[in-house]
């Protein structure tokens, strides 16, 4: 079942007593809580937000260069000249110390004086298999480097999971800190066919006819036209198909990203296929009209042009952290043209611009998200080493946010004045986020990687489910919370608080709903006891059959305290 069909959805959130949260109250519930904060007994607490950049600099051999202070470094936000108040060198020693912990807190005193426990931060690193743009024959080879490299490169804190694309997004191996889970999951990846072979065959065939028409046309025979005109909508529809799933393929990426934006610490994708077009049929465009004389099908580029879903992709995955490392399983032999056995060559330059097609976009999801993109190579182990390189030896930088919790992006550069011959690579953007889009963003990651956070003492209980249609089953949940741990506010007569309650679901399968806010006012009179009173709110989830993961996230408004947890269920 292919993934936009899966439905999920939360169909109902209805509360005891609650009056709906206008957003254009919020500057009213701060200033009433500011009023009142003190007679409540709150101590004041100021946030910081600091910003924290990896900045990654490699000398002309691509070996890591370590010997720069924070004199050297020069960060600009949004234009402006940003002071450094946080800076560490960290390289493979560094994680050493770190590994034989076992632990990352284990280090906090030392924090004090190296910035140890902010630089070493959590690093998650996803490993997305995309069997349905993977060649079979390419994919062993490239998987065995893949596990080679898994074996030199995971030392805690660094954590791995690996996903495939097999038709729907699918959670191979969860994050783990064990190579042997992760290479045992990728040596058990080889037998899935995607559609990658079917689409090559398509393209080939077409390119033989091109060529076959082509000298039908030499030969003077009047039925060829006729041909042409055939064979310039069958290359228009395998554009329009393969365009089709490319947006499926970018819907996955998408997926992960945003699985990943609440993940705290350093996040990145090692993406492994044969390349996605950054134009749809590109190639094969080319080659009919070099192969015709004609030019008019080359006006159907910008009609399946998809640079702007690749800009939107790569401006997201900077925004919440995630870097892309994209490995060209195709090497040197990457070849859009025609097989050896053809009657007439394909066009050397149509090939090449077939391949610098399918070639672009991994390079752009790497060079936008300050990552490495190891293409046009039959040996990705050099390429591999940079990415340990990337992961074990950096710059930490962190500066203090402008207009921190706005949900505004901000654009960062780093630049290392008077030093030649190296390079610089980190991400260009950072988002200062709400907390309440931090708390819709954890309630995704948390449906992947789960959530040990739950202060505020939720519960979640699943009532038997109810058959709906087809094998669609309707399923009751209540979600509650002491009243206790909810901040209320006197006005008037009534305690009224503010909350906001934010729920998604997950199956096995891994295949994910929307993740379902909802804001609520609470009101109760003023005289209520309410240290034995609970809120509650009665949900229903339309779910098909299987197993799930409900996460719920609840955000006091006025406090800024947030709490989640979890509910495993199976349906029916």
């Keep these: 079942m292919r993934f936009e069909r899966f439905l999920l959805r939360c169909l109902v959130l209805g509360v005891v007593v609650f009056v709906v949260f206008c957003p254009q109250l919020a500057a009213e519930i701060e200033e009433e809580a500011e009023n009142v904060a003190s007679d409540l007994g709150f101590s004041e607490e100021v946030e910081i937000n600091l910003v924290n950049i990896d900045v990654y600099v490699r000398d002309r051999k691509g070996a890591p260069v370590t010997d720069l202070t924070i004199e050297d470094f020069v960060v600009r936000e949004d234009g402006e000249i940003r002071e450094v108040t946080n800076f560490t060198v960290v390289d493979d020693e560094v994680f050493r110390r770190v590994s034989e912990t076992r632990e990352l807190p284990a280090v906090k005193t030392e924090a004090v004086e190296t910035g140890l426990a902010m630089a070493v931060r959590p690093t998650w690193v996803v490993l997305y298999i995309d069997q349905e743009n993977l060649h079979p024959l390419d994919r062993t080879r490239i998987l065995r480097r893949v596990r080679e490299f898994v074996k030199e490169s995971l030392i805690p804190p660094v954590q791995m999971m690996v996903v495939a694309n097999e038709g729907s997004l699918k959670v191979k191996q969860a994050f783990t800190s064990d190579a042997r889970e992760i290479t045992g999951v990728l040596r058990g990846m080889g037998k899935y066919s995607g559609g990658w072979v079917d689409r090559e065959s398509v393209r080939n065939d077409l390119i033989e006819r091109m060529q076959d028409l082509k000298g039908e046309q030499s030969r003077g025979d009047g039925a060829a036209a006729k041909g042409n005109r055939q064979l310039f909508q069958e290359v228009v529809a395998y554009a329009r198909e393969e365009a089709f799933t490319l947006n499926h393929s970018l819907g996955g990426l ?35 009209a070099s192969s015709f004389h004609d030019n008019s099908i080359l006006a159907y580029r910008s009609r ?108 960062v550069e780093v630049e290392i004045p008077g030093r030649s011959g190296i390079d610089i690579r980190h991400r260009g953007r950072f988002v200062h986020k709400s907390l309440e889009t931090t708390v819709q963003d954890q309630v995704v990651s948390a449906l992947l990687v789960g959530v040990e956070n739950n202060p505020m003492g939720i519960e ?113």
């Design 254 to 288: 998408r997926q992960v990203v945003d699985m990943l934006a609440g993940i705290e610490g350093r996040k990145s994708i090692i993406y492994v296929s044969n390349g996605l077009p950054m134009t749809p049929g590109l190639g094969l465009m080319h080659e009919y």
């Design 304 to 411: 399946f042009e998809k640079q702007a879903q690749y800009r939107s992709l790569a401006a997201g995955a900077s925004s919440q952290e995630v870097t892309f490392h994209t490995l060209d399983a195709g090497g040197l032999e990457v070849n859009i043209g025609g097989g050896a056995d053809a009657a007439y060559g394909s066009d050397p330059t149509s090939s090449q611009i077939g391949s610098s097609n399918f070639q672009g976009s991994l390079r752009y999801l790497a060079d936008r998200t300050g990552g490495i993109a190891v293409v046009n190579t039959n040996d990705v182990s050099g390429g591999l080493q940079r990415v340990r390189d990337d992961l074990y030896s950096y710059y930490s930088i962190g500066f203090p946010a402008r207009g921190a919790g706005r949900d505004t992006i901000h654009k």
């Design 460 to 572: 979640i209980e699943r009532q038997n489910p109810l058959p709906a249609t087809g094998n669609l089953w309707t399923v009751p949940v209540q979600i509650s919370v002491a009243m206790s741990q909810i901040t209320l506010l006197p006005t008037g007569d009534e305690l009224v608080g503010h909350v906001v309650l934010v729920a998604g679901a997950r199956d096995d399968g891994g295949k994910q709903s929307s993740v379902q806010r909802k804001d609520h006012e609470i009101r109760v009179p003023a005289d209520s006891d309410i240290s034995q009173r609970r809120w509650t709110v009665d949900s229903r989830f339309l779910m098909e059959e299987g197993k799930y993961r409900i996460v719920v996230g609840i955000l006091d408004q006025i406090t800024r305290k947030a709490s989640y947890a979890t509910l495993n269920v199976k349906v029916p």
